[in-house]
């Protein structure tokens, strides 16, 4: 399946702003990202498996809680910068 | 590196000094001559990245580390082991355990205080994060695991106190000390939370507060209402101490348990409330501070807009105010806790850098004063290498 990469996470990726990856779920597809680009997981996810407080992972159009979600093949992954700043 | 007792050994440094300086939006490098007169301003490295602390380790002068996360992304820190050159990401940084299933764990907001080892350790550092945590990497840097007991200690967590009893971006834990005579000894201050001294490298700490003040009303027997902002050790001294505390500017000379509040003896229309703490590399009678407002809602700017750095050359007895080349007025600077610092070199160097994203320094300990940098970010720290 297809993750799109938010521009804050591309230096991890070789500036990819799309990559493929497959998992089960949300938390595979994670680790495997990480294991390819390491250091990015921990970037987005805290020590305790929760989703920092400025991203926001969709999945197709959905925002999704947590990592246990399920995926299809198919399906578009997006990280999502949320606001913070200033 | 310090004998026993006294300064012998600690010979004046001859070499560059760069100023290592973290920014809420990036890391600098302003990079010196032996003389310390021609100053050159990298450019920005991780732009936009928030900057708690980028420091040389003074046992190889070539690695840097540096602490960094951004307004999105979480905290790290990044490694590099060709002077600032190019970069490498921890592979582990500083992190809290993962809690057992329905227990909430903590999590690292950023790393805050980074402090290299002791010179026996050559790999060794320390690392202070918000909300408060102890980590340490045996590996320079590459992995971090979280150190001594008191991270998940019950009576240190209560000490720790919440979000609303530390600093406005978070609790913090800092100053971690390492004397040079000794790497099982070992301090560390924590906002709010007190001053915390271990002897046996970490297995237990006790408290160091006696003799500091709180805020009026609150217990001073209570660690969670001490805040330290900077302590210092003397390295011609290793048994002196100074500090700055939001309630003051004290002295401790170990063993005595006692700190004396040596700030009563600042000027009173000045005070003795500041962030930065900075002390001689050889000179223990020697130390400067940069006092700011503490008054009313404590707006933390120079006192009446008229930033001065005060000097003491006997231990505190009295101060002697320098500010030749300041502003006159209307500078409302703060100098946050890691933004002012010493070099080796005698005479003394000393540098700040300002919330307002200037860098100051003078060759002359302070006599007088040359602006070096302006409009850089607002100013998180500066440490003066020696390369």
Redesign the interface.
């Given at each position: 399946m297809t993750v799109h990469i938010?521009s804050?996470?591309r230096s991890y990726t070789g500036q990819k702003s799309e990559v493929e990856a497959e998992g089960r779920t949300v938390a595979e597809i994670l680790s495997e990202l990480d294991r390819r680009y390491?250091?990015l997981r921990?970037?987005?996810?805290?020590?305790?498996?929760?989703i920092?407080a400025?991203?926001r992972i969709f999945v197709n159009d959905k925002q999704i809680q947590s990592l246990s979600a399920t995926l299809r093949s198919d399906d578009h992954i997006h990280i999502v910068?949320?606001l913070?700043?200033? | 590196m310090a004998t026993e007792k006294g300064t012998a050994s600690l010979k004046p440094a001859k070499g560059p000094v760069a100023l290592l300086i973290g920014t809420r939006k990036g890391a600098f490098i302003l990079r010196g001559d032996r003389a310390r007169r021609t100053w050159k301003l990298s450019h920005p490295q991780f732009l936009g990245q928030i900057v708690h602390h980028v420091v040389l380790d003074p046992r190889d002068r070539r690695t840097m580390l540096m602490a960094a996360r951004t307004g999105h992304l979480g905290p790290t820190v990044f490694r590099s082991t060709d002077q600032g050159k190019t970069w490498k990401e921890a592979k582990t940084p500083p992190a809290f355990p993962k809690a057992p299933d329905g227990q909430t764990g903590r999590v690292v907001d950023h790393v805050f205080w980074l402090t290299p080892g002791h010179a026996s350790e050559p790999n060794a550092w320390y690392a202070g994060t918000s909300p408060q945590g102890l980590f340490r990497s045996d590996d320079g840097g590459v992995t971090w695991k979280p150190f001594s007991y008191i991270n998940d200690d019950p009576q240190y967590r209560e000490w720790m106190g919440t979000v609303q009893d530390g600093t406005p971006d978070g609790p913090k834990l800092h100053s971690i000390i390492v004397d040079p005579r000794d790497p099982r000894h070992l301090y560390f201050g924590m906002s709010g939370g007190g001053v915390h001294e271990s002897v046996d490298g970490g297995k237990t700490f006790t408290t160091l507060l006696e003799g500091l003040d709180v805020v009026e009303g609150f217990d001073r027997s209570t660690p969670t209402v001490h805040d330290p902002h900077c302590v210092r050790l003397c390295p011609g001294n290793p048994d002196r101490l100074y500090q700055q505390n939001h309630c003051g500017i004290y002295r401790i000379d170990r063993p005595s348990k006692q700190w004396l509040r040596i700030g009563n003896n600042m000027p009173k229309r000045i005070g003795d409330v500041g962030f930065p703490m900075v002390v001689h590399p050889r000179d223990p009678e020697t130390a400067w501070v940069f006092p700011m407002d503490g008054t009313g809602v404590w707006p933390r700017v120079s006192p009446g807009g008229k930033p001065a750095v005060y000097r003491t050359r006997n231990a505190g007895q009295t101060w002697a105010r320098l500010n030749k080349n300041f502003p006159k007025s209307q500078a409302w600077w703060t100098v946050k806790r890691q933004a002012m610092t010493a070099d080796a070199h005698e005479p003394v160097g000393l540098y700040f850098g300002t919330t307002s994203g200037e860098v100051w320094a003078s060759r002359t300990g302070g006599a007088n004063w040359t602006c070096l940098a302006r409009h850089l970010p607002e100013i998180y720290s500066v440490e003066a290498a020696e390369l």
């Open positions: 938010p804050a996470l390491p250091g921990f970037r987005i996810i805290t020590e305790q498996d929760t920092r400025h991203i910068c949320a913070s700043g200033g | -």
